[in-house]
């Protein structure tokens, strides 16, 4: 509890001499009887009234200093935060064509992409992200939600041979800005994940960064690949999978001119650990904006003390007029 006009506390010291005034007045005898003789009155027994006798100064003293703590208009103090926040519209467009499986990163890249993707989606609280995969076709996996599990569980389905094999960046990226196409989000993000070179679809990358520039949506992206050469899936004479030895080829310069256009910016992952360095990066640059107001609401408590006050003085008038009468 707080009071709004403290000061005014000071008119308890008021009490100190009222009750010195009192005991004082007490002390040097009230009205006094001519009798004969004082034994008679000293064997008198002392009745409830003799112990009673100072209660009514005892209630106005009471009533007084509630009386005064009423005026200094005591308050009771709700501290309150409201926390409002301005996420952000994430898509994210991941590469699962067949060389997603090669053996460059652990376990390979498309693996290691889902993992570090999920942990990106994990640490955006209050954000709206998507999934959109791509090969030689490009289709969403999931729409704009804020509801990480579903999420995380339809990210964990992703696999690579789902549709036809090759590399559409461009089909790709379209797929993302159509998702985002009707977002009211102040800030569109997409972040695009690829390990090589644009040879299918029928939207080139560079004319989707341009689509996304004009509706406001920055490009994030990221080759994924070792240097130089890397264990790469391949189909053997037999029809069977094995792994050989490719050269890894990023189309860097696209993938740059994508981030230029568009206000985002070109990353290269060579590993695991740089992979989710990146994401880290991206996490930082795009933090949510989040708005905490604190505000104290404020109830008058007089009322309760007036009552009070205004309680004691009626017993005070009961017990002075009611018990202990006095010779006029």
């Given at each position: 509890?707080?009071?709004?006009?403290?000061?005014?506390?000071?008119l308890?010291?008021?009490?100190?001499?009222?009750?010195?005034?009192?005991?004082?007045?007490i002390?040097?005898?009230?009205?006094?009887?001519?009798?004969?003789?004082?034994?008679?009155?000293?064997r008198?027994?002392?009745?409830?009234?003799?112990y009673?006798?100072?209660v009514?100064?005892l209630?106005?003293?009471?009533?007084?200093?509630l009386?005064?703590?009423?005026?200094a208009?005591?308050q009771?103090?709700?501290?309150?935060t409201?926390?409002?926040?301005?996420?952000?519209?994430?898509?994210?467009?991941l590469d699962?064509?067949?060389?997603?499986?090669?053996?460059d990163?652990?376990?390979?890249?498309?693996?290691?992409?889902?993992e570090?993707?999920?942990?990106f989606?994990?640490?955006?609280?209050?954000?709206?992200?998507?999934?959109?995969?791509?090969?030689?076709?490009?289709?969403?996996q999931?729409?704009?939600?804020?509801?990480?599990?579903?999420?995380?569980?339809?990210?964990?389905?992703?696999?690579?041979?789902?549709?036809e094999?090759?590399?559409?960046?461009?089909?790709?990226?379209a797929t993302a800005?159509?998702?985002?196409?009707?977002?009211?989000?102040?800030?569109?993000?997409?972040?695009?994940?690829?390990?090589?070179?644009?040879?299918?679809?029928e939207?080139?990358?560079?004319?989707?960064?341009?689509?996304?520039?004009?509706?406001?949506?920055?490009?994030?992206t990221i080759?994924?690949?070792?240097?130089?050469?890397?264990?790469?899936?391949?189909?053997?004479?037999?029809?069977?999978?094995?792994?050989v030895?490719?050269?890894?080829?990023?189309?860097e310069?696209?993938?740059?001119?994508?981030?230029?256009?568009?206000?985002?910016?070109?990353?290269r992952?060579?590993?695991?650990?740089?992979?989710?360095?990146i994401?880290?990066?991206?996490?930082?640059?795009?933090?949510?904006?989040?708005?905490?107001?604190d505000?104290?609401?404020?109830?008058?408590?007089?009322?309760?003390?007036?009552?009070?006050?205004?309680?004691?003085?009626?017993?005070?008038?009961?017990?002075?007029?009611?018990?202990?009468?006095?010779?006029?």
């Open positions: 509890m707080i009071f709004h006009s403290p000061h005014i506390l000071w308890l010291i008021l009490l100190v001499p009222a009750a010195a005034y009192y005991i004082y007045r002390r040097r005898g009230g009205a006094a009887l001519r009798i004969s003789s004082a034994a008679g009155v000293l008198a027994p002392r009745t409830i009234r003799y009673l006798r100072h009514p100064f209630l106005r003293m009471a009533a007084f200093a009386l005064i703590v009423a005026l208009r005591p009771s103090a709700e501290h309150n409201r926390t409002s926040a301005e996420g952000i519209d994430i898509m994210l467009a699962v064509s067949g060389s997603m499986l090669a053996r990163f652990t376990p390979d890249r498309l693996e290691a992409a889902k570090v993707a999920g942990s989606i994990s640490d955006r609280y209050g954000d709206r992200i998507g999934l959109v995969v791509f090969a030689g076709e490009a289709f969403t999931s729409p704009l939600t804020s509801d990480q599990s579903t999420l995380l569980t339809l990210l964990g389905r992703v696999r690579s041979g789902l549709i094999d090759g590399t559409a960046i461009g089909n790709g990226l800005i159509n998702r985002l196409r009707e977002s009211d989000a102040k800030s569109k993000v997409i972040i695009l994940l690829t390990d090589g070179i644009n040879n299918r679809g939207i080139a990358p560079v004319m989707a960064a341009e689509i996304a520039k004009q509706m406001g949506i920055k490009v994030y080759g994924v690949g070792s240097e130089g050469m890397a264990p790469t899936p391949a189909i053997d004479m037999f029809g069977n999978m094995t792994f030895q490719a050269k890894v080829e990023i189309d310069e696209t993938l740059r001119k994508i981030a230029e256009t568009t206000g985002g910016e070109y990353f992952a060579t590993d695991n650990e740089k992979l989710r360095a994401y880290d990066e991206i996490n930082r640059l795009e933090k949510s904006k989040v708005e905490v107001n505000f104290t609401t404020y109830t008058e408590e007089y009322l309760f003390w007036l009552l009070g006050a205004l309680a004691l003085l009626v017993v005070e008038f009961l017990t002075r007029t009611l018990i202990l009468k006095r010779i006029p």
